[in-house]
C-alpha cells in the first residue's frame, strides 16, 4: 500500500518560516519524481515545485521562486518544502506527490497539510 504522509503545516506570521516533509513508503523511492502542490481556498490545485530522482533537476513556480526549496533525502524515503518569507497568499493546503520517472502524470498523493499565512 501506497503513503505519502505530509507533516509540519501549521499557523505562520508573514515573513515566517515553515517547513514541510512528506514520508512515503510503499514505492521504490528513488524510481519517483517528487513534488509539492498546493490548493489555495476557492482556487485550484497548481503545482509549486519539484524535483527529479537525483536532485539535479527541479522545477520551482515564479510565485515561489527564492523563497520555497524542495530538497529530498532517498535514504529517508522522504521529501522536504522549505518555505521562507512566507505571505498572505502562500496560505492552502500543500499536498505531496509523487511521479514514476518516465510517466507523465502524477500517481500518488499525500492527504494534504494546512498551511495558514496571518497576522
Known amino acids: 500500500q501506497v503513503q505519502l504522509v505530509e507533516s509540519g503545516g501549521g499557523l505562520v506570521q508573514p515573513g515566517g518560516s515553515l517547513r514541510l516533509s512528506c514520508a512515503a513508503s510503499?514505492?521504490?523511492?528513488?524510481?519517483?519524481?517528487m513534488g509539492w502542490y498546493r490548493q489555495p481556498p476557492g482556487k485550484q490545485r497548481e503545482l509549486v515545485t519539484s524535483?527529479?530522482?537525483?536532485?539535479?533537476?527541479?522545477y520551482t513556480n515564479s510565485s515561489v521562486k527564492g523563497r520555497f526549496a524542495i530538497s529530498r533525502d532517498n535514504a529517508e524515503n522522504t521529501v522536504y518544502l522549505q518555505m521562507n518569507s512566507l505571505k498572505p497568499e502562500d496560505t492552502a493546503v500543500y499536498y505531496c506527490?509523487?511521479?514514476?520517472?518516465?510517466?507523465?502524470?502524477?500517481?500518488?498523493w499525500g492527504q494534504g497539510t494546512q498551511v495558514t499565512v496571518s497576522s
Open positions: 506527490a509523487a511521479r514514476y520517472y518516465s510517466s507523465n502524470s502524477w500517481s500518488y
Open positions: 510503499g514505492i521504490r523511492f528513488s524510481g519517483y519524481v
Open positions: 524535483i527529479s530522482r537525483d536532485s539535479t533537476t527541479n
